[in-house]
């Protein structure tokens, strides 16, 4: 197994960018709590009313190895820049997918500034490049079925294999003649 963290940003792999992530960075496990209490005046410790996650912040430690000249690293400092900010110079929201959770892909904007600390004679450079995930949620890819309903009385089970509760989207389509005493019936399941 390689000790190597691998990442895509914006569509665009690591490789591709000529980045490494350091061999020190650690994923945040959790965002930042945003608590809401109240401390009652005569009472000890406070009284808690619920909490909500904060966004994620990501703070990738880069280092970018491929460059050979000046010029080099200098255009492989402006494609970060043509991936992090859209044709009129605004931050724009990209996909961070990390090789170590392959199915879950986070949505960064660019946050903070990014100086570069040039290294070996201009051609290497080391930075760290600050985003933010205003959701701080990783979302895997969308789970679609179909099923053709062609006798009375037919059932359907669907279910949600994900870690969150999901709303589920039902759409119908008829293509045969009028339906009549159709029902649909949703539940949960208790696990």
């Known amino acids: 197994m390689s000790d190597v963290h691998r990442f895509t940003l914006g569509g665009t792999a690591d490789t591709t960018l000529g980045a490494v992530l350091s061999p020190d960075y ?16 005569g009472r000890p410790g406070r009284l808690e009313f619920s909490g909500d996650l904060s966004e994620r912040r990501i703070d990738l430690p880069l280092i970018l190895i491929d460059a050979s000249t000046r ?11 043509q991936i992090l900010l859209d044709t009129e ?15 879950y892909t986070y949505t960064v904007r660019y946050c903070g ?15 760290t490049l600050p985003l933010i995930a205003s959701d ?16 009375a009385y037919q059932t359907e089970a669907i279910e949600n294999a994900g870690d969150y509760k999901t709303p589920v989207e039902i759409t119908i ?17 208790k696990s």
Not at 89 to 100: A, C, N, T
């Open 136 to 151: 701080p949620y990783a979302y895997g890819a969308e789970d679609t079925d179909s099923y053709s309903i062609t006798a």
């Open 113 to 127: 500034s990014l100086p570069i600390r040039r290294l070996i004679g201009d051609t290497k450079g080391a930075f």
């Open 26 to 41: 650690q994923h945040p496990g959790l965002p930042q709590t945003r608590d809401r209490f109240v401390r009652v005046p």
């Open 89 to 103: 110079g605004k931050p724009q929201d990209v996909s961070l997918v990390f090789d170590s959770e392959s199915d």
């Open 71 to 81: 010029a080099g690293l200098q255009a492989a400092i402006k494609t970060f820049t």
């Open 173 to 189: 389509t008829n293509s045969g003649s009028d339906v009549t005493g159709f029902t649909l019936i949703c539940r949960q399941l």
